[in-house]
């Protein structure tokens, strides 16, 4: 697979780091296909990389379906033949404190950035097996190392993941490149999601200074154009000085 062009399935590709890295990825040559709920803005990016000389196609997707997950792949497979790379990048993150009891936002964080991610792997891992190569990048967060008031049920579906990514890079038997890259405060929409005022409230200040997503995708572009004998296991990538 190295410095070849290859077939590149991202989800939540409609806004932000997802975004960014599925117009980087197509720009480096690779083909893509772009999966998330607003299959209207897939179209307007798909259109656009396709202006700028590239290959994408868009995917109704929700990660909290599993069906929906493997007939994600297997579009990929018939559109292009195979899957090469599948970057689990959906999120969500409604913060709020533990007292607050908003269960159905803890719900949608485990559903989404857990068995989301969860979903992929077993959506893809098969394929790849099948193929005897693959890479999975998996989406943390800064939030994966640390946890810090209204963040206890985010960091713990990214606890969640960095824990999945690691056991998986264990059992990948030399086929699979396996990679967690973990961002901190990044432009995006992300914050949008939070309906608990408090929580809005310091978001603002706590987001003043941001990477922007392009920066996230050129570290996913990075570890996706290694060599093949190369297998990039973390990044954690922050704005210059951040504290957090
Ligand atoms: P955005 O809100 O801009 O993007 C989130 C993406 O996830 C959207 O494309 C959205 O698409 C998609 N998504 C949400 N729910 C589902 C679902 N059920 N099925 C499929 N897609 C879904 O935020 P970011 O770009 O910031 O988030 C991307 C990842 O980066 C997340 O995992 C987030 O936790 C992580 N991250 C972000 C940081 C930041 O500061 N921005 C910092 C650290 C990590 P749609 O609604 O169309 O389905």
Not at 174 to 201: F, Y
Request: charged share 20%.
């Amino acid at each position: 697979m190295t410095y070849a062009r290859k077939v590149v399935l991202v989800t939540g590709a409609s806004s932000g780091i997802g975004e960014a890295t599925a117009r980087r990825l197509a720009a480096d040559g690779h083909r893509l296909l772009l999966g998330a709920r607003r299959t209207e803005r897939l179209d307007a990016i798909v259109a656009e990389i396709g202006a700028a000389g590239g290959t994408s196609a868009a995917h109704p997707l929700d990660v909290t379906d599993a069906a929906d997950v493997r007939s994600f792949v297997a579009a990929a497979r018939e559109r292009y033949g195979r899957v090469d790379v599948l970057v689990n990048n959906a999120g969500v993150m409604p913060l709020s404190e533990l007292g607050q009891g908003r269960t159905g936002e803890w719900e949608r964080m485990l559903d989404v950035n857990v068995r989301g991610v969860l979903n992929g792997i077993a959506a893809a891992l098969p394929v790849m097996r099948a193929q005897r190569c693959g890479h999975i990048v998996n989406i943390a967060s800064v939030g994966a190392y640390e946890v810090s008031p209204t963040a206890a049920v985010y960091c713990g579906t990214k606890f969640a993941v960095r824990a999945i990514t690691e056991g998986l890079r264990q059992e990948s038997g030399g086929e699979l490149r396996v990679t967690l890259v973990s961002p901190g405060v990044t432009e995006s929409e992300l914050a949008d999601g939070i309906t608990d005022p408090v929580a809005r409230e310091a978001m603002k200040s706590y987001r003043a200074v941001a990477l922007p997503a392009s920066a996230v995708a050129g570290a996913i572009a990075y570890a996706v154009d290694q060599p093949d004998t190369v297998d990039v296991n973390e990044i954690v990538i922050r704005p210059t000085g951040s504290a957090q």
